[in-house]
């Protein structure tokens, strides 16, 4: 049974404090006990871990277009229409009141993840930079740029058939993608890895491809329509 504590005064606390009527002092109140509730309350809590050390990592993959660069700018900067190259991407939505800002949404293998982004650099024909303003926390640029004259027959090799010479299109651009991802140390070094940040990059070739088939359906479509036009 616990002893009844009465109230009593006494100098040491200069007020009142709690004794059990066994005759024992409070511990709060007898000077060893003030000593080591002290000591107690002057020990540190315990330590939390340090923040995360995050780092950008980039990749980039470039392909070359047989159109003209006003149109390859032109059918990229439709965000809306990227989940036709890029399979990863589950949607891209524009906010109807800011064209400026899109909800991307990626879903690859039972993984959804999502991210709002912001175009901080638009240049008609040349140039769509962007930048995430949450989740996800990447940035990019996708540049256009005419192939001179003198590179216009060097096209991508998966453009070409084995065997065939590639002939010199009236029009073609280059499309460089690239892409940066703010992510902890530990996995920026295994993106950096040969083997993976090679496939980093493949994936985004791949992606440049069928952005590729994408535009020339469209070129080659307008082309038939004005021809039926014209007979």
Known sequence: ????????????????????????????????????????????????PPPL??????????????APRGVCWSIFSNLERQPAWSPWLKSVKVDSTDPAISRWTLAARGVEVS???????????ELIAWQSMDGLSNRGSVKFEDVPPAQ???VDSAAVPAGRPAAAPADLTAVTLSVAFDVPAPIARVLDNAVVGKYVEQTLLADLRRYRTEVLKE????????????R
């Open 1 to 48: 049974m616990m002893a009844a504590f009465l109230p009593v005064t006494t100098p040491l606390s200069g007020g009142v404090y709690n004794r059990p009527t066994a005759g024992r002092l409070c511990p709060l109140v007898h000077p060893a006990g003030r000593r080591a509730a002290s000591a107690s309350a002057a020990q540190p809590s315990r330590s939390q």
């Open 53 to 66: 050390a995050m780092t950008w990592i980039e990749k980039s993959a470039s392909v070359s277009v047989e």
């Open 152 to 154: 216009a027959a060097v």
């Open 219 to 230: 070129v080659r479509g307008a082309a038939r329509a004005g021809a039926a036009r014209a």
């Open 115 to 125: 991210w709002q982004a912001r175009n901080t650099s638009v240049i008609a024909g």
